[in-house]
T-cell receptor, first 114, second 113 residues
Framework: DTEVTQTPKHLVMGMTNKKSLKCEQH?????MYWYKQKAKKPPELMFV???????INESVPSRFSPECPNSSLLNLHLHALQPEDSALYLC?????????????FGSGTRLTVV | GQQVMQIPQYQHVQEGEDFTTYCNSS?????IQWYKQRPGGHPVFLIQ?????EVKKQKRLTFQFGEAKKNSSLHITATQTTDVGTYFC?????????????FGAGTRLFVKA
């Protein structure tokens, strides 16, 4: 199994809703990432998990809350989002944290905040 | 801060023409990676270059890493419509020991049949 699975593929939520994005990989990768991508822009790093511990938080607003329940799963909990948070949210994993490893991206969750 | 710049921003080619995108870093990189993102899709890892002056080929794609390890290029020979997409270069952010990968802005390739 050489892929990263993200659910749901599409999500529409109101500004008062609470929702969660899920990501799963079974490649034994020990680093997992959340990226946000706006149209025609490169992926923008949000969080890095290394061996299930949060290593990097790129000053992301607290309305985004990551969670890594185990080495295969990564969640992103969403609460009180703003319309400008609408974007493609990509999960990625790599064999290990740090340099030297390419990322495997999931197909993403296309989020619309209304 | 550390930056990875990529040019051109976009390029239109006729099918069969060649295409090149260039990537320049403000700092020396330990490695550089290339990704392709099809329209409506997600980034897909293509390759990683590590050595100074390294050249790698994947069928019609040729990747180069500069001698100073601050620039890289991706060249596609005889483009096909399946090459359409955005090509990103990406390098590790030095202060974080590579935990953070910085992506270039990407080059969007349009191929006309």
């Amino acid at each position: 199994d050489t892929e990263v699975t993200q659910t749901p593929k599409h999500l529409v939520m109101g500004m008062t809703n609470k929702k969660s994005l899920k990501c799963e990989q079974h490649m034994g990768h020990r680093a997992m990432y959340w990226y946000k991508q706006k149209a025609k822009k490169p992926p923008e790093l949000m969080f890095v998990y290394s061996y299930e511990k949060l290593s990097i938080n790129e000053s992301v607003p607290s309305r985004f809350s990551p969670e890594c329940p185990n080495s295969s799963l990564l969640n992103l909990h969403l609460h009180a989002l703003q319309p400008e948070d609408s974007a493609l949210y990509l999960c990625a994993s790599s064999q290990a944290p740090g340099e030297g490893y390419g990322y495997t991206f999931g197909s993403g969750t296309r989020l619309t905040v209304v | 801060g550390q930056q990875v710049m990529q040019i051109p921003q976009y390029q239109h080619v006729q099918e069969g023409e060649d295409f090149t995108t260039y990537c320049n870093s403000s700092t020396t990189l330990s490695n550089i990676q290339w990704y392709k993102q099809r329209p409506g899709g997600h980034p897909v890892f293509l390759i990683q270059l590590v050595k100074s002056g390294e050249v790698k080929k994947q069928k019609r794609l040729t990747f180069q890493f500069g001698e100073a390890k601050k620039n890289s290029s991706l060249h596609i020979t005889a483009t096909q419509t399946t090459d359409v997409g955005t090509y990103f270069c990406a390098g590790p952010e030095v202060p974080t020991g590579g935990f953070k990968t910085i992506f270039g802005a990407g080059t969007r390739l349009f191929v006309k049949a």
